[in-house]
Each structure stands twice: as C-alpha cells, then as structure tokens.
C-alpha cells in the first residue's frame, strides 16, 4: 500500500511539474512503444530537462544531414523536453522513461551508433547497450576545467572541434588513447567566415558571457564581477554598438546572477539604437555581425574563431576557475579582470588597431578549429558518423561469427 501511494505521489509531482531542478519527469510513452521499431540508424539519446535544451538545438542542422544519410531519431526522458524538440524538428521524437523499455528499443532496432550531446548522468542508461557504437559530441569546444571529463571513456568515439581538444584531453585525462578514441571534425554548427564593410569608426561589441557554473571551479562568469561595468565603458564611446547575449542558463545555478543579467538587460535595452539584448536561439547572425567579441573562458570563444576577428576574453574573478592546461587561446588574446571592464572600451579600441591580432587569430582557428568551414566540418561530421557505424558493423560481425564458433 504505502509503496502504491509513494509511486502515486511521484507520478503527480511529475504531472504537476513538482520536481527538482534538472530531474526528467519521466512521464514516457512506454506503454505505446511495446513493438516500436526504431528504423534510424542513429539514436540520439537526450535525457535532460528544458533548460539544456540549448545543448542539442546546436546540433540540429548536423542531426538533419545525417539523417539524410542514415536516420535520425531522438530519444528523451522529459516529456516537456519531447515537446520542444517536437516543435523544432522533423525527426521522430520518443519518450522512454523506464530503462527496460529504452534496453529493448535498442535491441530491435535499427540503430548503429548512439549520440550524446552532454555530460548528464543518465547517459549511462543508453551507455549499457553492446549492440550499438556510442559517439560523444559535447555541446561546444572550451577551455574550461569541466570540458574535459572521465566520462568520455564510456564512449567508444568522442568527436572533437580540433587539435586544442585533442591535447587538453591528453595533458588531462589518465589512461585516454587519444589517437584511438578522438577525432576531429570541426564544428559543423558554425557559421561561414563573414566579411565586414570596412569602417575605421563604427563598429558592434558583441558581449556574450557564459552562466555561472554549478560549482567554484566552473565559475567563469563575468556577468556579475564585470558586466555592467563592461557595457557602461562600451556605451561611453559613441561609435561603438552593443550586443548582450547572455548564456540561457544564467542565474541557473546563482539567483544574484540573475540579477546582474537583469540590470544589464536593462541599461543595454536604454541605448536605444546602440544597445540591444539578442536572446535569439541561433547563435550564426550574433557572431558574423559583430566586430569584436568578449567573452568569458567558454565555448563562445572558440566559436568566434570561425570569424578571425578580435576577441577579449575575462578573467575569473572566482581563483579556482581556470583554464585547462594548455590554453594557448587565453595566453594569446588581451585579457579584462573586473578592475579593468570600466576601460574596455579603450581595450577594444586597442584590439581593434593590433594588426598583428589578425595571424594570432588564424593560428588559433587553426588549431581549436582544425581550420575548417563549417559546411567543410559538416562533410567531417556525417563522414565521422557513417564510418563509425561501418566499424560496428565490421564488430558485430566478428563477435556474432566468434559466438558460433
């Protein structure tokens, strides 16, 4: 009885959206996914709540093409996940909340590689399948200490943005084979290099810093030590446009991080012409209309190299926040500490008039981007995946003849 009305009460926390922060509510289609058959050949497993759902929306134009190629279908455990994701593509979107019912899914389907966006827990759910490949994917190349994790050893192929991935992961992780089990395919979500009108005045700083992180050795963001004192100075040149884009999980973790964003929203919002606040879900138009880029130690910042165009980048105001070693993006462009933001815009000027930035530039999107466009890391992407499921074709085989033997 008592055991009845605990499963009772957890079903209607999770119908009434009672849970805590991060947790799926599981509410799965089970019952109608007894014979359903998964035709795909890929399986992209997403087990997160909404708010990572920016995790895999940047994979979605690289999930189309390989579906192309040889299906895709998305599997989740939050129905409220499912349903955004439903809005936003065309592939089949499954919710399986019991772990025998995702087990028995795999088994009778037609999938040979498994996809993972992001670190959660639960991937180790899908992780139990000997039938398929299991690639991991990230949801962005940085430098930050929390890119680089042990998990990535559950995962027969980790794919990665470029050489900078390769030797944070060797100088990092114990007992990795990283000629084995990396391989470089660029970003194949990053826009094409965009060419801006000449103009020695006139130009857009785009600010897009990165959330505060869940604990202090992931604390890069500068939002509340920098933030409004970064805009304020921005906003004292007056031939200098301002674009805030803040990190869709800011305050996530910090409510006075919320805060901050709200104040800087609304000082940027007051510039009228000069200031606007982008929120928008595609991070493409952000990045070929800015000038200059400023940014925390994150993701955002080797993205911006698909541009070549300057960048600053914060130092934490938080000690344990650093870098992974190496990071020869953080040795070589101009640096802002939170004693320094009521000068930035002389700092960009300064970053602005360096020609010398212009090679530096080049060298880094050689080396945390493998210098690829993205339509070439497309071509990396899909070729990575379908030969990935070659090779487990070719085990599967062999294990099945040794089976018999």
């Not at 019991?98 to 590689?113: F, G, H, K, P, V």
């Not at 190349?141 to 992961?169: E, H, L, M, P, T």
């Not at 992931?218 to 446009?241: E, F, M, T, W």
Request: glycine share 6%.
């Amino acid at each position: 009885m008592l055991t009845s009305l605990r499963k009772q009460a957890g079903r209607a926390s999770r119908r009434l959206g009672l849970l805590p922060g991060g947790v799926p509510d599981c509410l799965g289609e089970d019952a109608q996914l007894g014979d359903y058959i998964i035709e795909s050949g890929a399986v992209v497993f997403f087990p997160d709540t909404p708010e990572n759902l920016y995790q895999i929306r940047q994979w979605y134009d690289a999930f189309a093409e390989l579906d192309r190629e040889m299906g895709v279908t998305i599997v989740t455990q939050d129905s409220r996940t499912a349903r955004a994701i439903r809005a936003d593509v065309d592939f089949p979107v499954l919710i399986v909340a019991l772990n025998r019912t995702y087990s028995a899914l795999i088994r009778r389907s037609n999938a040979r590689i498994a996809i993972y966006v992001g670190h959660s827990n639960n991937n180790a759910i899908g992780l139990r399948s000997t039938r398929v490949a299991h690639i991991f994917l990230a949801h962005g190349d940085s430098d930050k200490s929390v890119s680089i994790s042990n998990q990535v050893k559950g995962f027969d192929y980790a794919f990665v943005a470029g050489q900078a991935a390769v030797d944070r992961y060797a100088s990092s992780v114990l007992f990795l084979d990283t000629k084995q089990h990396l391989r470089v395919v660029g970003r194949p979500q990053l826009p094409e290099h965009s060419v801006r009108s000449p103009d020695a005045t006139h130009h857009t700083v785009l600010y897009a810093p990165t959330w505060e992180g869940s604990q202090d050795i992931n604390a890069y963001s500068s939002v509340k030590s920098h933030g409004l004192a970064i805009v304020q100075s921005l906003a004292g040149d007056p031939d200098l446009r301002i674009v805030y884009r803040p990190h869709p999980r800011t305050g996530a973790s910090d409510k006075s991080f919320r805060d901050a964003d709200a104040v800087i929203r609304a000082y940027v919002g007051s510039l009228g012409a000069r200031g606007r606040v982008d929120t928008n879900r595609e991070c493409s138009p952000a990045l070929q209309d800015a000038d200059v880029l400023i940014s925390d130690i994150s993701a955002m910042c080797v993205d911006w190299l698909s541009q070549r165009r300057p960048l600053l980048i914060t130092v934490p105001q938080e000690q344990e926040a650093r870098p992974t070693a190496p990071s020869r993006l953080v040795r070589v462009c101009p640096r802002i500490t939170a004693e320094d933001s009521p000068r930035t815009a002389a700092l960009v000027r300064n970053a602005l008039a360096d020609e010398s930035q212009t090679a530096v530039l080049e060298d880094m999107a050689q080396y945390y981007l493998d210098g690829k466009s993205g339509a070439e890391s497309m071509t990396l992407f899909v070729s990575a995946c379908k030969d990935t499921a070659r090779l487990r074709d070719e085990q599967a085989i062999k294990i099945e003849g040794a089976a018999h033997e």
